[in-house]
Nanobody, 121 residues
Framework: QVQLVESGGGLVQPGGSLRISCAAS????????MSWYRQAPGKERELVSG????????NYADSVKGRFTISRDNAKDTVYLQMNNLKPEDTAVYYC??????????????WGQGTQVTVSS
């Protein structure tokens, strides 16, 4: 069955770095665009970053540009989010998502269970 399993979250001090990962299984990973979303307590889930199936194109929320880098390894069916210069406002549960368009089924989207990132001194 389809699985997206995030890992690597934790507690980090302001200004620190963290890399979170999302391992995929149960679908053809390279044909899906991958994204990282986050949700802070009391706030709506927001898009942080996305990457195309080939990894040739990426996009970032303004709030993380220059600090976060998304990448993927299609040989390992894994997407990463390198987070540098972390700020307390980056504290949230981070979710990975896989999405592609099918002419038969429309958009197909899968979600992981999330990993907590806490930025605090």
């Amino acid at each position: 069955q389809v699985q997206l399993v995030e890992s690597g979250g934790g507690l980090v001090q302001p200004g620190g770095s963290l890399r979170i990962s999302c391992a995929a299984s149960g679908f053809t990973f390279s044909t899906y665009g991958m994204s990282w979303y986050r949700q802070a307590p009391g706030k709506e889930r927001e898009l942080v970053s996305g990457i195309t199936g080939t990894g040739g194109s990426t996009n970032y929320a303004d709030s993380v540009k220059g600090r976060f880098t998304i990448s993927r390894d299609n040989a390992k069916d894994t997407v990463y989010l390198q987070m540098n210069n972390l700020k307390p406002e980056d504290t949230a549960v981070y979710y990975c998502s896989a999405k592609k368009y099918s002419s038969l089924n429309g958009y197909i989207t899968y979600w992981g269970q999330g990993t907590q990132v806490t930025v605090s001194s």
